[in-house]
């Protein structure tokens, strides 16, 4: 199929992406760091940094260390908070022609309602991607990433602030199911999940006997974790996104083209890419003409075709 | 002239360097001169983040293929340098940028790769030939208000990689320097010279015979006294210092474990001179999205006295009184 009819263009929501590909909070600074080895107009869109109501330092280093075929970090939510990046950051990215979407975590629901409601606010935030997930600070938003009532209760309370922007609830592996969390939020009002933030993980020095993050803990990402994303993926796509038409922006290990293929059958309507930036800073961009090259070869003329098209065995 | 340089530094790109040349320098340590392009320009200090793993560069296959896969070792692995011993490494490694040297149609690059686990290891392994995914030049260079100063560059083991270089521009510049290296002992010291032998605790220069030549004195320490200066690199440099006729005033340029920073950086308050300092720190990109390689700085501007600093967008160079010092 010629690549030139291949439509990349996905909805997530309420918010169009003129390809499925996106970077992921947390791996892309504030956009402009990448901007240095690409245009960020070819993008799906753009996920910051988790962003707080306040600036944060973060976490004592180390912060960051590599395992097998991934890595553990523990930045710690650092940030420059609200202000600085309603007034520094976000306008650096109305250069270009891309989708923002904006991170939010908070240690309290007053605190997410006041920034979601000043993003909501902000002509150039397209999206919000509510962190109820980070695995690494002691109040930021796990506890309601991992208790379907008090996620339902935060999610319902956003939804009542952001009328603008698509709201995507961003969620934590390190549930039983991945389900019900995924349903609470589809019930409280969220335009799409985001799904997976980094698994808890641990490593520790054998001949020190010292952690090997001075947060002891840290969140794994990278290739380690795709499989786990992929299943998890399924899982929603079948119980909550696909009947409820809430579309998934999937993440967890993308480094080559055929991941992203790997996650649109699972269930994924665009994805974010986040470890594979550090391996190779111009990843996304190369990924869109991998994912369009992708495409022609299955003769998919659609990217939106391949959400959750899988061959079952015996079907 | 680094007015100049600082002008035209190349912006950071993704790029395929070859290997030209391959050195062993020493039991653990391996100096490659890659192939860089015409248009390069980097300060000395930068860096360059260099993949090290034979998988398929990122995302730039969409084919069906075999991921070449490095023998798996033993469980546990190590953390920290010892990290991951036995698999291909994920994220880049960093690595100072040495020498800049001039050829036809392009500039070579020579690193030093102090091979301390998987990743390093590998790239030590190289033949010449061998095509580098490479990112870079990256971060911020040594900058050079000397005011008439002797510079005193104070190198550790690895360290010595950039000020080379920084030594290299001070001789185009017609400055004086000294270019203070240090190291535990002989046996395990990035060495494409001769070392001196011992002279206690005389700081007096040596000639580097062999294929590594300074530009400037060069004075050599060791922990154990086994070549050269008895002790540290710090303790040589003040010696050096001493021994230099009139009332020297010094500026000072540092680069080596953490230790001897921060020596250093006591040395230089208590002389009241000029210090800059690269810091070393493990990152995950190197391009200031990850922030993994943070560093405690006084910043007078914040409530608490301090903040933490990107090692790879606001350093590796930093003035020396910036840093909290915590190791």
């Known amino acids: 199929m010629p690549e030139n009819e291949i439509d990349l263009r996905v909805q997530l929501g309420p918010m169009a992406m003129k390809n499925p590909i996106a970077t992921a909070s947390g791996c892309s600074g504030y956009g402009e760091e990448l901007a240095a080895f690409y245009d960020l107009s070819r993008l799906g869109a753009v996920v910051t940094k988790s962003i707080t109501l306040r600036p944060r330092e973060g976490h004592p280093p180390p912060r960051l260390v590599e395992v097998r075929a991934g890595m553990l970090n523990a930045i710690g939510l650092a940030n420059v908070g609200l202000d600085e990046f309603l007034s520094e950051k976000l306008p650096a990215l109305a250069a270009f022609d891309v989708p923002v979407i904006a991170n939010v975590a908070g240690s309290t629901p007053d605190e997410y309602i006041e920034v979601c409601r000043a993003m909501d606010a902000a002509a150039g935030v397209a999206g919000i991607e509510l962190n109820v997930s980070c695995p690494n600070v002691a109040h930021g938003g796990i506890e309601f990433g991992t208790e ?168 | 002239m680094t007015r100049q340089l600082e002008h035209d530094v190349s912006p950071a790109r993704r790029l395929a360097l070859p290997i030209l040349e391959r050195h062993d320098a020493g039991a653990d340590y391996v100096r490659l001169v890659l192939g860089g392009p015409a248009d390069w320009v980097s300060l000395p200090g930068q860096f360059l983040n260099v993949r090290c793993g034979p998988e398929p560069q990122a995302a730039t ?98 360290g010595m990689a950039p000020l080379f270089g920084l030594a290299d521009v001070l001789a185009d510049l017609g400055r004086d320097a000294v270019l203070i290296i240090g190291a535990p002992g002989v046996a395990r010291a990035p060495l494409e010279f001769e070392t001196p032998p011992p002279s206690a605790n005389r700081a007096e220069p040596c000639t580097l015979a062999g294929a590594v030549r300074s530009p400037f004195e ?54 009241d001179a000029p210090c800059q300092v690269s810091l070393e720190e493990f990152m995950g990109c190197g391009i200031g999205v990850c922030l993994s390689c943070a560093r405690k700085m006084h910043d007078p501007a914040n409530p608490a006295g301090w903040t933490y600093r990107l090692t790879c967008r606001e350093g590796p160079v930093v003035e020396a009184s910036d840093i909290v010092w915590e190791k």
């Open chain 2, 61 to 158: 296959v969409t084919e069906r293929r075999e991921v070449p896969y490095i023998e798996d070792g033993p469980w546990p692995q190590t953390t920290g340098p010892e990290l991951a011993r036995r698999h291909a490494p994920l994220v880049r490694r960093p690595l100072s940028i040495s020498r800049i040297g001039s050829m036809p149609d392009g500039v070579r690059i020579e690193v030093l790769v102090h091979t301390i686990g998987t990743g390093t290891r590998w790239l030590a392994e190289q033949p010449a030939g061998t095509v580098l995914d490479v990112v870079g030049p990256l971060g911020n260079g040594f900058t050079l208000p000397l005011d008439g100063r002797v510079a005193v560059l104070v190198g550790g083991g690895c």
């Open chain 1, 148 to 315: 379907a009532a008090a996620l339902a209760r935060l999610v319902g309370a956003v939804r009542n602030v952001v009328s603008r922007a698509a709201l995507l609830v961003k969620l934590s592996p390190n549930v039983t199911d991945i389900a019900v969390p995924a349903r609470a939020a589809a019930d409280a009002g969220a335009d799409a999940l985001s799904l997976v933030n980094t698994l808890r993980g641990m490593a520790i020095d054998p001949w020190t006997g010292r952690p090997a993050l001075t947060n002891t803990t840290g969140g794994l990402s990278g290739p380690a974790i795709k499989p786990v994303a992929v299943y998890m993926i399924r899982r929603v796509w079948q119980e909550v996104a696909g009947p409820r038409g809430v579309p998934i922006l999937g993440l967890g290990g993308i480094q080559f083209p055929e991941d992203v293929i790997e996650f649109l059958r699972a269930g994924a309507t665009a994805v974010s890419v986040g470890t594979a930036n550090f391996v190779d800073p111009e990843t996304c961009a190369v990924l869109v003409d991998g994912v369009r090259d992708a495409l022609g070869r299955l003769g998919v003329a659609r990217a939106a075709d391949l959400v959750g098209r899988i061959e079952t065995p015996g079907a």
């Open chain 2, 218 to 271: 060069t004075v050599f320490a060791t922990d154990d006294g086994s070549a050269g200066f008895r002790g540290t690199a710090v303790a040589a440099a003040e010696a050096w210092l001493a021994g230099r006729p009139g009332n020297a005033r010094a500026a000072f340029y540092g680069c080596g474990p953490e230790p001897m920073l921060r020596a250093l950086a006591d040395l230089a308050r208590r002389l």
